[in-house]
């Protein structure tokens, strides 16, 4: 049975949008996930899928069994929302202080919840089983650490992970799509340096933390230029550095902090060490004392060749073909890389952006706000992702 996805999908466009209004109304941060998650888990009761609460501290589970066997396709949607005040001006906007959803999740959690509706409604035709996977606090890289720990990659185990991000960086209508890595891991790192103070008017007897931290910035920018291969991919970023407490006094200590960005083992290898060899280095020559503290919050979003083909076959067979296409890939994270890494899989970008309607500003602006177009159209391809494995012959 051939089933129409992209016009069931499109029936359903004003449940859709009004469900994800509602969750963007009542935004909720990583693990305080509870509204969202409640939601998440009646609908699914009422679809009549077994479901499971509280893994991963504030993720839901669902299954939704076939008639017969088959493989099990995991489905993952993350709910978090940022620590950002929104300045829209919609009739939807942000209910609550100081938090918004501002990189699409929102969106996410009603197109997951779109694909389960869906689905069920032609379980009779299901070979194997969907496992929706609704997960909390990505944007603070644990929400699927804590999943996994508590046991989602097991019974069943997942054959093939699958999984889509609204992406304001492409129009509505095009895909970004890409085997191989396709999203950075992550790890932030922390640099406490220790010198000695004194008057800023007799700099030669103070040990100055400010000038330890300042060439350690500048010795980092070595390492991507000069220690990691021209054919790897890497990032270090000094984003915070703080010191002192006037224009005249030399401080005893600074502290910065920064965020790394790889795709590859060997690159992130390389980079750790050589971190650290230049901050002992850097602040040894200068006359301080530093510690690091590095921390690894996400693996690399690695799309799996032989998925990606066969996924990007039915966005053909959708009318969303390779004229729809982008190759996309970033330095961004996610931490379903945690997921991929273990299950072979792939994650694509569903273009949501719209410069006619204002609708453009990048993910974690307070602006942000996407295309609603965009929902049954990613209800549609990944219904359709979907039903290539627990559908087909």
Known sequence: ????????????????????????????LGFEEVRTAGIVA????????????????????????????????????????????????TD????????MHA?????????????????????????????????PAEEIGQGAKAMAKDGVLDNPRPDVSLGLHLWNGLPVGKLGVADGYVMAGCADFTIDIKGKGGHGAVP???????VCASHITTAFQSIISRNLSPLETGVISV?????????????????MNGTIRFFSDEAKQLMDKRIREVVT????????????????????????????????????ELGSGSDHWVYERTMGAEDVGVFMTDVPGMFFFVGSG????????????????????????????????????VMGD
């Open 239 to 255: 984003t915070q550095i703080h010191a002192g407490t006037a224009s005249n006094i030399i401080p005893d200590t600074a502290m």
């Open 92 to 99: 939807y906007v942000s209910e609550v202080a100081g938090k």
């Open 1 to 28: 049975m051939k089933i129409d996805f992209l016009a069931q999908a499109n029936a359903m466009r004003d449940e859709l949008v009004a469900r994800r209004r509602d969750f963007h109304r009542h935004p909720e």
């Open 354 to 389: 719209n410069e006619e309607k204002d609708l453009h500003y990048p993910h974690h602006h307070p602006r942000f706000d996407f295309d609603e177009d965009a929902l049954p159209l990613g209800v549609a391809l990944l219904s359709a992702a979907v039903a290539e494995y």
């Open 42 to 89: 009646e609908e699914l009761v009422k679809l009549g899928l077994e479901v499971q609460i509280g893994v991963g501290r504030t993720g839901v589970v669902a299954i939704l069994e076939g008639d017969s066997e088959g493989p099990t396709v995991l489905v993952r949607a993350d709910m978090d929302a940022l620590p950002i005040q929104e300045t829209n001006k």
């Open 204 to 210: 030669d007897l103070a040990n100055d933390p400010v």
């Open 103 to 135: 990189c699409g999740h929102d969106g996410h959690t009603a197109i997951a919840l779109g694909v389960a509706k869906l689905l069920s409604a032609h379980r009779n035709s299901l070979k194997g089983r969907v496992k929706f996977v609704f997960q």
């Open 281 to 316: 280095g850097v602040s040894t020559a200068l006359g301080c004392e530093a510690t690091i503290t590095i921390r690894y919050l996400t693996e690399p979003v690695y799309n799996n060749p032989e998925v990606s083909e066969r996924v990007k076959a039915t966005f053909t």
